[in-house]
């Protein structure tokens, strides 16, 4: 399964703009990039899921260079509530996280 | 249930006892998946139920881990001889109709092995 490397930690400010980037050099042919989103003392919830170039849900939008090798997170507009960890996941599932073992996660911090 | 239900929500236990913990899926969905969290990291993927295979148990750390699924719904994680490095939440999942369909998780179990 490919390794994926995000930040430990982002802060930003409510009406934001957040982009957290995921790095995954190993990615292979079959493998999407998913994003999942956990707050404290709950289960994780799916985010977006892409396979190449941009795609763009009510919630947030996805950018995949052509590489591939890396995928950007972007959160429009936060607010306290988009307070959360981020996880970006790599295998052949397209939808939800399936056998992947999920990284470390990138903890968003939203200030007022 | 509307949702994925997780029991007990915590539970303590001693090194080396066995513990059970519970996982009710939501009503017709075939697939069902447990992980482990411990603090302050990522899921890791313990186990796979998809309808009536057999059960893909390729994260399961050790042999004193198991589960089993019953009729097809709900789901018992087994660990036996707790260690304190078993101390973590369990989550479970279930999605519709294997990985291609969106999973969704329970509350977890936290559990610490003393």
């Known amino acids: 399964l490919a390794k994926t490397t995000q930040p430990i930690s982002m802060d930003s400010y409510e009406g934001q703009e957040v982009n957290i980037t995921c790095s995954h050099n190993?990615?292979?042919?079959?493998?999407?990039i998913t994003w999942y989103q956990q707050f404290p003392s709950q289960g994780p919830r799916f985010i977006i899921q892409g396979y190449k170039t941009k795609v763009t849900n009510e919630v947030a939008s996805l950018f995949i260079p052509a590489d591939r090798k890396s995928s950007t997170l972007s959160l429009p507009r936060v607010s306290l509530s988009d307070t959360a960890v981020y996880y970006c996941l790599v295998g052949e599932s397209t939808t939800n996280a399936g056998k992947s073992t999920f990284g470390d996660g990138t903890t968003l911090t939203v200030k007022p | 249930g509307a949702g994925v239900s997780q029991s007990p929500s915590n539970k303590v236990t001693e090194k080396g006892k066995d513990v059970e913990l519970r996982c009710d899926p939501i009503s017709g969905h075939t697939a069902l998946y447990w992980y482990r969290q411990s603090l302050g990291q990522g899921l890791e993927f313990l186990i796979y139920f998809q309808g009536n295979s057999a059960p893909d148990k390729s994260g399961l750390p050790s042999d004193r881990f198991s589960a089993e699924r019953t009729g097809g719904s709900v789901s018992t994680l087994t660990i036996q001889r707790t260690q304190q490095e078993d101390s973590a939440v369990y989550l479970c999942a279930s999605s519709l109709d294997g990985m291609n369909t969106e999973a969704f998780f329970g509350q977890g179990t936290r559990l610490t092995v003393v």
């Open positions: 190993n990615i292979a042919t079959n493998d999407y």
